[in-house]
């Protein structure tokens, strides 16, 4: 079967909703006795003020508040390598019950295409998935452009100067940066920050054309009225941005989401992944992380176990073909 960009995504939809039914069956989580002795290492894959780092930075503030563990979660970003410190970092801490991670999409992306990191994500502990991230296309509000009609034509005026500001190499921004070139016959030059928020932050100064941000990494600069969302990549208009069609209803068929898990070290004990899917299952029922799902746009339902571990592979899969295309593989 041949695989073109929108047939893959589509594909990784499906997965995505299959997943959340399969969750709604099976999201219970086993009962456990044991308890962290001492503060717990809370790794983020990514950089500063990005949507990883808000969302593992909130997720310590409702643990704590709540008392929902004896020790402190404490929160730690290796961004290095589009993700590839924090991975390396988790494969050697195999059999550690003091070490959990917060992951994004190049959970799937950075194993694919450094093969000599040597590590295999099945191997790591499936703890739970707190959400899907959505994603936007964004320009700054000074550029006059108000639909993708004007950005296409603002972006094929000015060539391979058009910069599309980005998080790491061949991750999520990068394959949608491709996809719109392909798509609308650009030439944007795809240029790689550490984080959303240093990405944000770029465009909001004018040192980017444009991004494909996460809502949360772009709302501070969205309510500042610094930039505009022209468009979202998900099935139906997000409730905060109704103005912004989505790319199906623009005829593109592009809907992609980006996981937002919790992993633990490879050969994690069952009791110690057991305590952790209660602690992150109460983080996902509490009024402040359901008010963050909705104030940031974000879907999903919980997942953990088996069910997780499978998704990780399908979602691996559709991120192989999709790296094939744009040639990273």
Partial sequence: MTFTRGTVLAASLAVALGASVAARAQDSCPQSSWEPKKPVDFVIMAGQGGGADKMARLMQVIIEKHNFSPKPFVPVNKAGGSGAEALVYMKGKQ?????VMVTLNSFYTTPLRQKGLGVDITTFSPIARMAEDTFVLWVHKDSGIKSVEDFVAAAKAKGNDWIMAGTGKAQEDQLLTDFLNRT?????????????????KQLA???ADSTVNNPSEALGFYQNGDVVPIAAFTPQRL????EAPTMRE???EMVYYMQRSVVGAPKMSDDAQAFYCNVFKKVYAS????????KQSLAGEFLT???LSDYW????DNHAKMLKEIGEL
């Fill in 239 to 242: 409730e905060m941005f109704k």
């Fill in 313 to 316: 592979v399908r979602e691996r």
């Fill in 95 to 99: 059999g550690d019950d003091h070490t």
């Fill in 184 to 200: 609308y016959g650009l030439n944007m030059k795809y240029v790689p920050f550490k984080g959303g928020g240093a990405v944000a």
């Fill in 250 to 252: 623009l005829g593109k």
């Fill in 305 to 307: 176990g088996k069910p």
């Fill in 287 to 294: 009024e402040e992380w359901q008010a963050y799902m909705k």
């Fill in 205 to 207: 100064g004018k040192h």
